[in-house]
C-alpha cells in the first residue's frame, strides 16, 4: 500500500451507501434546506482546494481543457465524485455536463432530489478557477429524463 493514503489498509475511499446516509442524516437533522445549503458549502470548499492542489487558481484555461481535468480529479481516475462530460459557456452562464455523480446515485427515477454536494464541489473549482464569483443551479438531472446532471453558473 501507498504511504500517501489516508487509511492504510482501507485506502482512501469510502462506499456511496454510507455518504448517502450522511445527507439523509443531515437533511433530517437541520432540514432539507438548511441541509442543502451546508452541503453545498462544504462541496465548494473542496472544489476551491482541489483547483488548488491542482494548480489551476485564476488559470482561466479552456472551458475543453478544465472538463478533461476536472474530469480526471473527479471521475474515475480521482476521487469517483462524478464524471465530467463537458463545459460550455453559453449567453454568458458555465453549463456543466455530469453523469454518474454521487448525489444522484441509487436514486429512484422521479425522486425530486438536487445535486448539493456535487454542485459545490464543481462551483468551488470554477470559481477559484475564473476568480468569478458564481450561483448554481441545476437545469437537468438524470433522474428526471436527461442523459446528464446539468449545473448552469451565473456570474455574480
Known sequence: MSTNLLRPELGDFSSIVCFKAVVVGVEEALGEKAAAIALLAAG???GKNLAKELQLSASNAPLDQLAALLNKALGKDGTRLCLVD?????????QVFCRETVCSAGEPQGSNRNLSFTLGAVQGALEEITQKRLRGKQIASVLRGSDHDVIEFGVL
Not at 463537458?86 to 458555465?94: A, H, K, Q, S
Open 86 to 94: 463537458n463545459i460550455l459557456e453559453v449567453d454568458g452562464t458555465y
Open 44 to 46: 465548494r470548499l473542496r
